[in-house]
């Protein structure tokens, strides 16, 4: 096991489960990744092997199919397999999140309906709030959903950056709808739609165009969504009630953040692992680059913000494992892991000199994944305000 981001308080079924996923990532992710990177490639064999380790189930109910697991359990997964590929990561994290969103919100029958196939992976989960000109406003989305009088409703609008667009098979959909609040995000209901795995019309008034071609997080597919006149029952809406939407989206954002903040755990820990192998093999002047100041500085300052934001993700998960709100806890993890994240790939790429810009080697892939962080799930400036809310309600002056 490695020396940084060690965890306190692990039964051992967490630690067994996350041994076999990093026996898993040196063996099945490593080896493939820059390749299937270059290539753009979708990984395929990866992820049947995922369902094979039970890893799409690994937080869905027992009762449903899945292994129960907390979100820390799922978090530390999560660097594990990010430390491999970080478009990995990406591929079950939405699904995740629906899933998260299923368990929490769902009616009975959709619990019963959805969380047993996803559990094993027939089922594969996107969710979508985005849209061209939205950012992060989420409260004026124009996708809407107008009633029909069958009791349905009619879906038309266009989203924007959806994960896992093309292959997942059921997304989480927060639209507007005709509620009559005075509050815009009070107008916002999830659906759960259903299409084809694919591109081009997935679902009678549902299309998928295409890949968005990314400088980075590769492999993975990013969507837009196209909706035109697509008709939906009552029954596909989360939890069976319209108008609560936002209040369920925010609720999967923040273990989302707590996901995002993990994966930039996994990816600075294998920038660090890249940098301090090449800084004992590559000499200069006489002596290994490691034995130099300068880089023996470098190589401190990566471990410790790598070991900082691993305890500040592994704090996040157990506060909302606990059953309280995180949104303060996730947004500072989300926040420092990701800027951590950007600084020790950085400085690998540094180390590395030269060689580092060359495509053959491993740093060059981490330097164009290490910027979606700082803006997926959230930009930093988001972060900011979120984290300094809060604070100021925790610190407000009496009276």
Known sequence: MPKLCATAGLTETQRDILAAVRTFVDEQILPVATE??????????????????????????????????????????????????????????????????????????????????????????????SEPALGSDVSAIKTSATPREDGGYSITGQKMWVTNGGS?????????????????????????????????????GVTVPGKIEKMGYKGVDTTELLFDDHRIDAGQILGGTPGRGFYQMM???????????????????RAFELGISYAQQRRTFGKKIADHQAILFRLAEMGTKVEAAHQMVVRAARVKDAGSRND????????????????????????HGGYGFAKE??????????????????????????????LLEDYALPG
């Not at 027992?62 to 660097?79: H, I, K, N, Q, R």
């Not at 420092?336 to 600084?343: G, I, M, N, T, V």
């Not at 994944?369 to 984290?387: F, H, K, S, Y």
């Open 36 to 129: 299937l990177e270059h290539a753009d490639e979708y990984p395929t064999e990866i992820v049947e092997q995922m369902k094979k380790l039970g890893i799409f189930g690994l937080t869905i109910p027992e009762e449903f199919g899945g292994l129960g697991e907390s979100l820390l359990t799922y978090a530390l997964a999560v660097e594990e397999i990010s430390r491999g590929w970080m478009s990995v990561s990406g591929i079950i994290n939405t699904h995740f999140i629906v899933a998260y969103l299923l368990s929490q919100h769902g009616t009975e029958e959709q619990k019963r309906n959805y969380l047993p196939r996803m559990a094993t992976g027939e089922v594969r989960g996107a969710f979508s709030m």
């Open 168 to 204: 997942a098979n059921l997304v989480a959909l927060l639209v507007r709808t005709p509620e009559g609040h005075d509050k815009p995000h009070r107008n916002l209901t999830t659906f759960l739609v259903e299409k084809e795995s694919g591109f081009g019309q997935t679902a009678q």
């Open 361 to 390: 080697f491993e740093i060059e892939r981490l330097y164009r994944e290490a910027p979606m962080l700082l803006i997926g799930e959230g930009t930093a400036d988001i972060q900011r305000m979120i984290i300094g809310r809060r």
């Open 328 to 351: 303060l806890e996730a947004g500072m993890a989300k926040y420092l892991a990701s800027e951590y994240c950007r600084d020790v790939v950085e400085e690998s790429f540094r180390i």
């Open 251 to 269: 609720d999967g954002v923040e273990v989302g953040r707590v996901n995002v903040a993990a994966r930039a755990v996994g990816v600075a820990t």
